[in-house]
C-alpha cells in the first residue's frame, strides 16, 4: 500500500480543532551535520500530543539534505512578491495560547544553534474562521476526499501521500480596506461580508479575489487546501497564509493569475489592501518519512 491509500499525511493538516497557531520559518545553520539536523527534528516531533498537533515541512536545501528523492525550486515569483524561502517550517497548533507558548518554547529549544530562526508569528483563529477583514476564508476548500486530492501528492508521482505547503505573510492595510463600503468590500473578495455567499459568474468582477483564483487550468480545478489564519497587533496586523497542494505548481499559477502576470493580465484587487513580504515554499512529507529520521535506513 502507498502513503495516500495508507493515510499516513501529517495530521495537522487537516486537523481544525486548535485556535492557537504558531508558525516558525528556520534557516539551517551553517555546517551543521546531518545527524544533528535529524535528531533536532526528531526532539521536535516527539513534542506533539494529544494537545500539541506540530506539522513539519522542508525548504528545498534542506529536502535534499535529509535524501529527499526530488528537487524542487526555491520560490520565486519573478520579483513580484519578497521571496524568503527558509529551510524548515514547524506549524504548532494548540487549544489555547498558554499550550502554544511552552510548545513553541520547546521546539525552538529543541532546534537549539542548529537552526536560526527566520519568522517567529502567534496566530489564531478569529470569530467565525474570518480574515482580519471580516470575510470568512477557508469556506470555498473542497472537503472530505476533494481536500485530501487538493493537498496530497498522487500516487506515482514524486513526493506521494505528502504535499506541497506554500507560506506567506501578508500585511493587511485595514484603514485602506475599511473605508470601503461593504458592497465594495465584497466586490474585492467575490462573496457576501455577512454569510459568505459566492457571487455569480455574471456578477463576479475580474479582479476579484475568488474570480482570479477559483479557477480550472487545461480542464483541472486548481484546487488547494488552504489553513491561512489572522495574527497581529493594532499596528501590524495581517494573514498568514498557508495553504497545501498536490503539485507545486498550482501555487506558482494561482500566484500569476494574482498578479496578473499570465492569460487576461488582471491583477487581484486583494492585492491593493493587502501586501505579502515573505514567502516560501516547502514540502511535508509522510509520518512514514518522519519517522525514519530517528533510524534512518
Ligand atoms: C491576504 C491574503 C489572502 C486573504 C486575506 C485571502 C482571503 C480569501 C477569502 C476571504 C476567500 C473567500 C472565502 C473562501 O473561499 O474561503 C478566499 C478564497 C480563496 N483564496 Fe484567498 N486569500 C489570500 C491569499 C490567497 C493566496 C496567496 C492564494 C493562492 C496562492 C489564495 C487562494 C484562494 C483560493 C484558491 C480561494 C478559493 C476560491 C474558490 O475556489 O472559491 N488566496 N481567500
Do not use: F, S, V, Y
Given at each position: 500500500m502507498t502513503d495516500v491509500q495508507t493515510g499516513v499525511f501529517q495530521p495537522g493538516i487537516f486537523d481544525k480543532r486548535f485556535g492557537d497557531q504558531v508558525f516558525l520559518e528556520y534557516a539551517l545553520a551553517r555546517g551543521v551535520a546531518e545527524a544533528d539536523v535529524r535528531e533536532a527534528l526528531s526532539a521536535v516531533l516527539a513534542l506533539g500530543g494529544d494537545d500539541v498537533l506540530i506539522t513539519l515541512a522542508f525548504g528545498p536545501q534542506l529536502w535534499a539534505m535529509l535524501g529527499g528523492r526530488f528537487d524542487f525550486p526555491p520560490f520565486s515569483l519573478e520579483g513580484q512578491v519578497p521571496a524568503t524561502q527558509g529551510d524548515l517550517l514547524v506549524w504548532v497548533q494548540t487549544p489555547d495560547r498558554s499550550h502554544g507558548f511552552d510548545a513553541a518554547l520547546a521546539v525552538h529549544r529543541a532546534l537549539g544553534d542548529r537552526f536560526s530562526t527566520q519568522l517567529d508569528i502567534n496566530a489564531f483563529v478569529y470569530h467565525d474562521m474570518r480574515d482580519l477583514t471580516g470575510f470568512v476564508d477557508g469556506i470555498g476548500n473542497p472537503e472530505g476526499a476533494q481536500a485530501r486530492k487538493a493537498a496530497l501528492v498522487a500516487e506515482g508521482h514524486p513526493g506521494a501521500g505528502g504535499s506541497f505547503v506554500l507560506t506567506q505573510k501578508w500585511i493587511h492595510d485595514l484603514d485602506a480596506f475599511d473605508a470601503l463600503s461593504v458592497p465594495e468590500q465584497e466586490r474585492v473578495i467575490g462573496r457576501t461580508k455577512a454569510d459568505a455567499v459566492e457571487f455569480s459568474d455574471e456578477d463576479m468582477p475580474a479582479d476579484a479575489h475568488v474570480g482570479r483564483t477559483d479557477v480550472a487550468r487545461d480542464g483541472v480545478p486548481q484546487k488547494i487546501w488552504r489553513r491561512g489564519v489572522p495574527y497581529g497587533n493594532t499596528t501590524e496586523h495581517g494573514s498568514y497564509f498557508v495553504a497545501f497542494s498536490c503539485e507545486l505548481d498550482r501555487f506558482d499559477y494561482l500566484l500569476r493569475r494574482m498578479y496578473g502576470?499570465?492569460?487576461?493580465?488582471v491583477r487581484d484587487r486583494l492585492t491593493t489592501f493587502s501586501s505579502p513580504v515573505m514567502s516560501s515554499w516547502w514540502y511535508a512529507p509522510t509520518t512514514t518519512f518522519l519517522k525514519s529520521l530517528s533510524s534512518p535506513e
Open positions: 502576470m499570465i492569460e487576461d493580465g
